[in-house]
């Protein structure tokens, strides 16, 4: 059985629920989903202990090299290896973690 809950919102986090709840069929299904998702989206942050490896490929503009340069080396030690090559006017990365 639902409990009923009572609390304050600002007025301006009070606007965004009433544009959310036009999805919903009421506030109050728009609220369980609202908690679902934070939930999940928390969930989903806690380390893992599982063992996991990636393949990345990243197709970009050649004016964006430095941005990319800087992504290789903050994540330097998540990335074993990185191959870079062009694809006609564009650069191709691929990173294997």
């Given at each position: 059985?639902?409990?009923?809950?009572?609390?304050?919102?600002?007025?301006?986090?009070?606007?965004?629920?009433?544009?959310?709840e036009k999805k919903y069929r009421n506030r109050s299904e728009a609220?369980?989903?609202?908690?679902e998702h934070v939930f999940l989206e928390e969930r989903s942050l806690e380390p893992t202990t599982d063992y996991s490896e990636a393949i990345i490929i990243v197709v970009h503009n050649h004016h964006a090299e430095p941005d990319i340069s800087r992504l290789k080396h903050d994540?330097?030690?998540?990335?074993?290896?990185q191959v870079h090559n062009t694809l006609g006017k564009k650069c191709v990365e691929v990173f294997i973690t």
């Amino acid at each position: 059985m639902a409990k009923i809950v009572s609390f304050s919102l600002e007025e301006n986090d009070l606007k965004k629920l009433t544009e959310i709840e036009k999805k919903y069929r009421n506030r109050s299904e728009a609220l369980r989903a609202g908690i679902e998702h934070v939930f999940l989206e928390e969930r989903s942050l806690e380390p893992t202990t599982d063992y996991s490896e990636a393949i990345i490929i990243v197709v970009h503009n050649h004016h964006a090299e430095p941005d990319i340069s800087r992504l290789k080396h903050d994540f330097s030690n998540e990335i074993k290896t990185q191959v870079h090559n062009t694809l006609g006017k564009k650069c191709v990365e691929v990173f294997i973690t």
